[in-house]
C-alpha cells in the first residue's frame, strides 16, 4: 500500500538554526510531491511542490525541498528558521486513481516544529 | 477571489445520529475532494467528486457519502456517527487534471 514517513514527529529548534525534514513515500508509479503548512490555527497551505523537473525545488517562505527518486525521499530544509515557522508541517504524495484525471493524497502523519526565540 | 470555504466550523453531535458537512470550492475549481484528519494524524483521503459523480474513494465505510452539485459545492454525510468518526474533515478543491488542492479551513466534529 502507499505510504507516506515523516520520521520526525516533534522538533524543536533555536531561531536561526537550519531545518531539515525528512519525508520517505513508498510507491512505485509516477509520483508528485507537496509539502504543506498548518499554522496555529489556520488550514492546511502550500509550501511548495514537486512535478518534474528540477529536483531542487523552491517555495515560498524560504524553503527547498529535494527529491532523490533513489531514495524515494522528498526532504524539506531551511536555512534560518524564524519564530513565526513554528506549525505543523506535512509531506503529501499524489497516487493517481483508476479514472483519468482522477487522484488522491496521501499524507504522512506530520511533523510539528516549535521554533524558540 | 474566494477560496474554499467550510460550513459549519464546529459541530457537536451524539452517536448514532447523521451528519451533513458543506462546502465551496475556490472559484473556478471543478473538482471537490474530502479528508478526515483526527487528532495528531495526517489528513486521510475520504473521495472525490468530479462532474457531479464520486470518482475516487479511500478506505471509509459506506456510512460516509458524498454529494457534488452542479455549481461544483459539495456535502459529506456521515450516518450513523461514531466516537471514532469525531476529527476536522477537510474539503480541497482543485481543477480536474491539475494535482495542486487548495484546503479549506476545515469543520471541527465531535461526537460524543
Known amino acids: 500500500a502507499q505510504s507516506v514517513s515523516q520520521h520526525n514527529h516533534h522538533v524543536i529548534l533555536s531561531e536561526a538554526a537550519s531545518l531539515e525534514l525528512g519525508c520517505n513515500y513508498s510507491?512505485?508509479?509516477?509520483?508528485?510531491l507537496f509539502w504543506y503548512v498548518q499554522y496555529p490555527g489556520q488550514h492546511l497551505q502550500l509550501l511548495l511542490k514537486?512535478?518534474?523537473?528540477?529536483?531542487l525545488v523552491k517555495g515560498i517562505k524560504g524553503f527547498e525541498a529535494e527529491f532523490i527518486k533513489s531514495k524515494f525521499s522528498f526532504n524539506l530544509r531551511k536555512p534560518s528558521v524564524q519564530w513565526s515557522d513554528t506549525a505543523e508541517y506535512f509531506c503529501a504524495v499524489t497516487v493517481l486513481g483508476s479514472t483519468s484525471g482522477t487522484y488522491k493524497y496521501i499524507f504522512g502523519t506530520g511533523t510539528r516544529l516549535k521554533v524558540l526565540a | 477571489d474566494a477560496g474554499v470555504t467550510q460550513s459549519p466550523t464546529h459541530l457537536i453531535k451524539t452517536r448514532g445520529q447523521q451528519v451533513t458537512l458543506r462546502c465551496s470550492p475556490k472559484?473556478?475549481?471543478?473538482?471537490v475532494s474530502w479528508y478526515q484528519q483526527a487528532l495528531g494524524q495526517g489528513p486521510q483521503f475520504i473521495f472525490q467528486y468530479y462532474e457531479e459523480e464520486e470518482r475516487q474513494r479511500g478506505n471509509f465505510p459506506d456510512r460516509f457519502s458524498g454529494h457534488q452539485f452542479p455549481n461544483y459545492s459539495s456535502e459529506l454525510n456521515v450516518n450513523a456517527l461514531l466516537l471514532g468518526d469525531s476529527a476536522l474533515y477537510l474539503c480541497?478543491?482543485?481543477?480536474?487534471?491539475?494535482?495542486?488542492?487548495?484546503f479549506g479551513p476545515g469543520t471541527r466534529l465531535t461526537v460524543t
Open positions: 472559484s473556478g475549481h471543478d473538482t
Open positions: 514537486y512535478f518534474s523537473g528540477d529536483p
Open positions: 510507491y512505485g508509479g509516477t509520483v508528485n
Open positions: 480541497a478543491s482543485s481543477l480536474i487534471y491539475d494535482y495542486e488542492q487548495y
